[in-house]
T-cell receptor
Framework: AQSVTQPDIHITVSEGASLELRCNYS??????LFWYVQSPGQGLQLLLK??????LVQGIKGFEAEFKRSQSSFNLRKPSVHWSDAAEYFC???????????FGTGTRLQVFP | DGGITQSPKYLFRKEGQNVTLSCEQN?????MYWYRQDPGQGLRLIYY???????QKGDIAEGYSVSREKKESFPLTVTSAQKNPTAFYLC????????????FGSGTRLTVV
């Protein structure tokens, strides 16, 4: 079945540590790929997106993501996490030939000082 | 500044009552969307509209209705037929095609008692 999977429901890291949030998709053709962040009780903010070209994408707030076609993955990374990065992170796709944004179930990030 | 405004931020209703959530955008976007967010389930698409006076059901449209009489506005009505209406509702918009990513409102938390 077509889907977006975020295998980690909850991740805890120490401030200053590196971070990688996983995202896998299951679609026949490579979809457009997105990462969004949501603070509690708020809407979603776009961190970065991938359509084509360079497989390493830079986003806002020091985040980057790497598209790996062979693994159907689009993992989000940050070299050094700040306490303000604590939030929920959603991977999302727009499948080929559609304009509907389909979300994963999210990963909640907790940052300890 | 351009953006999406959802109102109210919090809404309480008695069981059996219909309630309408407001969503207005001044981004001149063609497409608008309604999502429902429940803990651990990510965001699920309720309805979307790509053009004025036209809209399509998403994955969980039962118990909801929408209208799109103006480009700027896409109100969502939660009817008494919706069996579990308590949730966080997010409205979004995008330029035609959706591939450039969506802009989200700050959400409405509906509690039915």
């Amino acid at each position: 079945a077509q889907s977006v999977t975020q295998p980690d429901i909850h991740i805890t890291v120490s401030e200053g540590a590196s971070l990688e949030l996983r995202c896998n998709y299951s679609y026949g053709a490579t979809p457009y790929l997105f990462w969004y962040v949501q603070s509690p009780g708020q809407g979603l903010q776009l961190l970065l997106k991938y359509f084509s070209g360079d497989t390493l994408v830079q986003g806002i707030k020091g985040f980057e993501a790497e598209f790996k076609r062979s693994q159907s993955s689009f993992n989000l990374r940050k070299p050094s996490v700040h306490w303000s990065d604590a939030a929920e992170y959603f991977c999302a796709v727009v499948p080929y030939n559609t304009d509907k944004l389909i979300f994963g179930t999210g990963t909640r990030l907790q940052v300890f000082p | 500044d351009g953006g999406i405004t959802q109102s109210p931020k919090y809404l309480f209703r008695k069981e059996g009552q219909n309630v309408t959530l407001s969503c207005e955008q001044n981004l001149n976007h063609d497409a608008m969307y309604w999502y429902r967010q429940d803990p651990g389930q990510g965001l699920r698409l309720i309805y979307y509209s790509q053009i004025v006076n036209d809209f399509q059901k998403g994955d969980i449209a039962e118990g909801y209705s929408v209208s799109r009489e103006k480009k700027e506005s896409f109100p969502l009505t939660v009817t008494s037929a919706q069996k579990n209406p308590t949730a966080f509702y997010l409205c979004a918009s995008s330029p035609w095609g959706g591939a450039s990513g969506y802009t989200f409102g700050s959400g409405t938390r509906l509690t039915v008692v």
